[in-house]
């Protein structure tokens, strides 16, 4: 800056400078980005004029913040993170269980009021800002600062429990190797003289064995550790390992990973979609699941998980989705991204659907078709010791190719007959329909279901290997967004080399993982999937909801939508974010709290003597340490308020963000080169561009309203406008 300058010259004075915002800017000490506010942000196009032949600074590279190689890398990276497991296993689960077909549309309505709108107000905020979510949320409103914390926390726990699943996808990858597959059979042991089946796998059967006693080892109750399980220790150091080579450049590395693990699980759900319709019962399993039952809509608890199931898909409130779109330029269309990432994920959840639906009705027949033949064996002995007469068998029956339907008419007649005493034969009806019935989610559907199926493919280990490194992909792609919002808010706050705070926290928590490769582990992950991320959550996302819409403000902020985008986003967004979406928000807060208050908390033991689970409520420790996931969740969200509304600590709200600094500086450096005063005070916003948006004052440090200049002869804004309320919207 030339050394002439009324700026300059304002540095080295005592003089209280209030004369304009280029000299307030000027003087400002070293900024601090935490908690400066949204509305100090440049917004494209409001360049200054340069001398000829000189490039006008670019804030986005000015600030040395990474960036997207590409817009691709951005958008597989969005898709990465938000389709993961859940698709796979929850959302099939969800429609067979809440109406099949019908379950589709609350789906799609709460998808359109609260997933896209609240999809888009992260993106937008984290564009906007260029930070992580601590960083933002200080931007917004710093007494709710909390709520980035609170995310952060939350990422924490998730990715304890998560790369714990990766690691389990990780053995059955390296288990699929071999034929017959390990899980195909029952295993023999030897008994004196005798060879016979292990009685936990006669009681259950081959898969099920396989994923609690040889994989999971487990134990009979929460209270018995049993120790390390060294098998599933090595896997979650391996799973680990993954993680931490993909994101120790930061978007550098995850980006180029992003290209694989996102678009990978597609070719194989194709690939899956293609084998199962091939497959005899496949369309009985997607009639089945697409059969609408249309009552079931007007049942609270179907629209409660539907809600929940779209706040989760698009992973809302984790952190992810605000730090991948701060390494965007600030003019990228966000809003195009919101609708385009929200479409994939509900097209993979419905893709998903059809492939699980098509196993799972291939497997429905093969089981139907074994409860024919053992069940027409026991019919055969109580025909030979006459305990049944022949008579009672159609003339037309073949019992050495004995059909379905041939089955359901012998079976009728008996029953028939033998009213009185029928229970005490133990026949089964062998219906299609019970075993396309048996809803199964999570580890049963993957683990267990899935599986089970796949070893009735031709070629099986084949399809094993590309089911499990199609788990490994998704998982892997969560878990880079969700580390992505661990280290980039603290990457944000503090000097330290990415790479050693990406080692760190990956050596931090698989220590801290350890927890889950207990032989107890599993009844761990089970609690921290129902207790560490619902309800904190979901009070999140409603915070940032009120944030942006009630104390930001939403006309304003789609003011800041129209500088970023170069259009005003239609009308919608404004009635949802203000009205509708926290009105949803609360209602499923509500619902989440009453649904823990009315059911048991408690977990699924196995239990070896019987080969099944059973429903055991949880002791009195282990009930503590849940509930302690939750209030250790949320509790920064009051704390940060209390310490920062009685001014405990200096919330920094007088400093701005360090890119925002040099961006602004630099063009009002040029500026004074040219003409100060036609800058400051003879031009308007039209005639003379400015790096701040007139529209939008300085909010400083616990201002009431705003300072007015009038030395000159014309009111300049330079004061402070109070956010600690709502303004005026209409």
Known sequence: MPKNTKVTQREHSNEPVTESVADLLSLEHPMDYKSSQMSMG???????????????????????????NNKLEYILAQVGFSVGLGNVWRFPYLCQKNGGGAYLVPYFILLILIGIPLFFLELAVGQRIRRGSIGVWNY??????????????????????????????????VQSFQYPLPWAECPIQINGTQAIVVPECEKSSATTYFWYRQTLNITSTIDDTGGLNW??????????????????????????????????????????????????????????????????????????EAATQVFFALGLGFGGVIAFSSYNKRDNNCHFDAALVSTINFVTSILATLVVFAVLGFKANVMNEKCVVDNAEKILGFLNTGVLSNELIPPHINFSHLSTQDYAEMYGVIKTVKDDSFGQLGLDACLLEDELNKAVQGTGLAFIAFTEAMTHFPASPFWSVMFFFMLINLGLGSMIGTMTGITTPILDAFKIRKEIL???????????????????????????????AGLPLTVVVFLENVSVAWIYGTKRFMQD?????????????????????????????????????????????????????????YPPWALAMAY?????????????????????????????????????????????????????????????????????????????????????????????QNIGSPESEL
Not at 580 to 587: D, F
Request: proline residues 7%.
């Open 42 to 68: 440049l917004s494209p196009g409001s360049t200054a004029p340069v001398k000829a032949l000189i490039p006008s600074p670019d804030p986005d590279a000015e600030d040395g913040r990474p960036a997207w």
């Open 140 to 173: 917004v409103y710093p007494q709710l600062g909390g709520i980035g914390v609170s995310s952060l926390m939350v990422c924490g726990f998730v990715g304890l429990y998560y790369n714990v699943i990766i690691g389990w996808s990780i053995f059955y990858f």
């Open 231 to 304: 098998k599933m220790t090595l896997s979650l150091l391996v799973a680990w390992i993954l993680v931490c080579l993909a994101v120790i450049k930061g978007i550098q590395s995850s980006g180029k990973v992003m290209y694989f693990s996102s678009l990978f699980p597609y070719l194989v759900l194709f690939c899956f979609l293609v084998r199962g319709l091939m497959l005899k019962g496949a369309v009985d399993g997607i009639a089945h699941m697409f059969t609408p039952k249309l009552e079931k809509m007007l049942e609270p608890q179907v629209w409660r």
């Open 502 to 532: 990406c080692v760190a926290c990956c050596i931090i928590a698989f220590l801290l993982g350890l927890l889950f490769v207990q032989r107890s582990g599993n009844y761990f992950v089970t609690m921290f999937d129902d207790y560490s």
């Open 561 to 617: 939508l129209e500088d970023m985008l170069g259009f005003r986003p239609h009308a919608f967004y404004y009635y949802m974010w203000r009205y509708v979406s926290p009105a949803i928000l609360v209602v499923l807060i509500v619902a989440t709290v009453i649904e823990m208050a009315i059911s048991p908390a408690g977990y699924n033991a196995w239990v070896e003597a019987e080969g099944a689970e059973s429903f055991h409520s």
């Open 628 to 720: 302690s996931l939750i209030v250790l969740a949320m509790l920064p969200l009051p704390l940060v308020f209390i310490v920062r509304h009685f001014n405990l600590i200096s919330d920094g709200s007088n400093k701005l963000s360090v890119s925002y600094r040099k961006g602004m500086m630099k063009e009002i450096s040029n500026l004074e080169e040219q003409d100060e005063q036609r800058f400051i005070l003879n031009k308007n916003p039209s005639e003379a561009p400015s790096p701040m948006p007139a529209h939008r004052p300085y909010l400083g440090p616990g201002g009431t309203q705003e300072m007015t200049n009038t030395n000159y002869g014309t009111s300049t804004k330079t004061g402070y």
